[in-house]
């Protein structure tokens, strides 16, 4: 018995990373989950694995920044469920050209629609299905750069997580009366597909000691599983050797 039997979850960003790995945990923790990327291909592999361990899950592709798609999904866990008790909304893009010096209109456009607008779509989508079951958790993949500003991640990105960050906070103060509980989770450097679009390469030693994917998805579960009187507003989760600490260390030498 799973503390998630009898539960659907819909995961953003499913195919890899970070929503990759939530979802197989959720799924081993006994959840239905519905998996959601642009790409079918790697979502049908996930879906794959979930299965292969005696898992359900159910694959409903879109793109997230298209508010008909979203709808789309919406439809089919009303149609299909009946409710959405879990929404990870993790799908998430930056660029390479992410700074001042080099930033686009079309850029700018991508990271917020990706970053912002997007989740937020998928929370108006669950949030009628939750209200209707008086229960329900919405977590969101944000970013320390959504509580902190620096000059990694770039100004757009920032922006944009800081919005996520505040837009987690004011669910729960409007829906607390409706059973409905926000986290947004603040990792720093996860070793995942979006550190390609660095402008500086990420190396593999570098990778290998920061915070990874599963790491991420155990932390979800937790707060999947949660007792409905408690929500957990915020949380970071950061590498213990932090580059950026590990960088000022170096310039007292």
């Not at 819909?10 to 959720?26: D, P």
């Amino acid at each position: 018995m799973g503390k998630l039997d009898g539960k659907w979850a819909w995961v953003t960003g499913a195919g890899s990373g970070i929503g990759e790995a939530a979802a197989l945990a959720l799924a081993a923790e006994g959840a239905t989950v519905v998996l959601t990327g642009r790409r079918r291909a790697p979502l049908e592999a996930v879906a794959a694995r979930i299965a292969a361990a005696g898992g359900t899950a159910q694959v409903q592709p879109a793109d997230l920044t298209q508010p008909g798609q979203v709808e789309a999904v919406g439809a089919y866990l009303a149609a299909t469920a009946g409710r959405c008790d879990i929404l990870v909304n993790n799908a998430g893009v930056n660029i390479v050209d992410r700074h001042w010096d080099r930033l686009t209109m079309d850029g700018i456009a991508t990271v917020v629609a990706g970053n912002l607008t997007a989740p937020l779509y998928c929370v108006t989508v669950v949030l009628p299905l939750m209200r209707a079951r008086h229960d329900g958790v919405i977590i969101h993949t944000a970013s320390m750069a959504g509580r902190f500003i620096g000059g990694l991640s770039g100004p757009v990105y920032t922006a944009a997580k800081h919005g996520l960050v505040a837009a987690s906070h004011s669910i729960n103060m409007a829906e607390c009366v409706n059973g409905i509980r926000s986290t947004v989770l603040l990792p720093g450097e996860v070793a995942t597909p979006i550190l390609d679009r660095r402008p500086v390469p990420v190396s593999a030693e570098d990778r290998a000691r920061m915070v990874q994917p599963e790491d991420c998805a155990d932390l979800i579960r937790y707060i999947a599983c949660l007792p409905p009187h408690l929500v957990m507003n915020e949380v970071m989760l950061a590498p213990t050797w932090n580059r950026g600490y590990v960088a000022a260390l170096r310039r007292k030498l």
